[in-house]
Each structure stands twice: as structure tokens, then as C-alpha cells.
């Protein structure tokens, strides 16, 4: 399991993103070198955990329960054959482009070491916006938004990060699964409770220990309201 690339992006402004500002970091690319790594404080006040790397709409992106994406090169290969064009690291906007690891696959509060020093926590999946749909300039088969396509296929979300032990990470770097939760709640299952399946979310909260803040209370609204 490798580190392919370390991603980072700087704002711009765009015409199809949902900010306030107007702007974007969601244009990321390989960064050559070490890039250090580090919690970048409170959700809604923090930005991305990964230095050089711009965060612009901290309402959903950015702060300590989601301060790093990560995205599987299987996955961006799958969807170059499904769209038939090239995708480079980084593409999907995701800071750390991974081989051989099974990103959507982890479980909620599974830890990993990248490298020697950095140590971090899966606390959920990507919910695609309007930014990553612009970005992409993809509107999908059938004129079916690029938004719900994304949602419904099967190469998943890629998953979310908290930082627990900082540092220095760089291309080529090893990826370890150094431990995991006793629950089964996948990067992958929370995604379906979380977009496709709303109906799945009370089993999720055994994760709630672990889960990014946003997805954490969409679960805990949907059981309150629906359950017992």
C-alpha cells in the first residue's frame, strides 16, 4: 500500500461553486518533495490539514474531522474508462492519491500510518456539491448530473481524515492500516446511509465516535426522528 501523490490546491475563482467567496481550492495538484501534515483546527474554522493546500467553503470542507481526502488511483482508473478521458492524481480534488489500499473499504475510525511520522483517522466519505460537478465539467450519461452519478457508483467515496499524529508525508511513501474499530461500518456503508439509503443511518452510529461532525449529525437527526 503507497502513497502515489501528495495533492494540493490553491484558490481561484470559479462560476460554479456554492462559496461565498466565490472561490475554490478543488483544483489540486502533485506537489513535489515533503508536505507536512497537521490538524488544522476546529470544524467551520480550520481548512485542510495538508500544507500549501487551500480550503474555501469551511461550512463542509476542511477543519479536524475532515482535514485530508484521500481517493484510490484504482478508483480514478475506473472512472477513466467510464468517461473515456484521462484523470490525473488529484483530479477529484483528493490531497493524498493511494495504490493498493482500500480506501472505501476502511472502517470508520480505522488509523494509518503514512510514512514514518503521520498517523491518521477515516471519519467518513466525500458528499459530492456543485463545486466538484463544475470542476469536472461532467454531466453525465442520459443528462443525469455528474452529482448523482458519482453518488450511485460502486468505486465509492473516497474518505475523509483526521489528523492524529502529524508530520511529513511524500510520494512513494508506505501506507499501513495500523488498527481498526469492532464495529463494521465502512467508509462505503455510511456513504449509502448517508445519500442513497437514508434508512441505514441508525446502524451507523455505532461509529459515532469516530465520524466527521457533518455526517454525525445527519445520522443522529435520522434516528431521533425515526426510530424507537
Known sequence: MTLLSVNAGRAKAVDYTDSASGRTGIDKRPVDGPVRIESPGATGVGASGVAGDDVCDLRFH???????YAFAREDL???ERELGRQLANGAFGENLTTSGLDVNGALIG????IGEDVVVEVTGGRIPCRT?????EEQGV?????????TQAEAGPGALLRVIEPGEVRAGDPVTVVSRPDHAVTVAFLHRAATTERGLLPETLVAAEWMESGLLALARQ?????SG
Open 110 to 113: 480505522e488509523h494509518w500510518r
Open 142 to 150: 442520459d443528462a443525469q448530473g455528474w452529482v448523482r452519478r458519482f
Open 132 to 136: 466538484f460537478q463544475g470542476h469536472l
Open 62 to 68: 476542511g477543519g479536524a474531522d475532515r482535514a485530508v
Open 77 to 79: 482508473d475506473r472512472w
Open 222 to 226: 435520522y434516528a431521533d426522528k425515526y
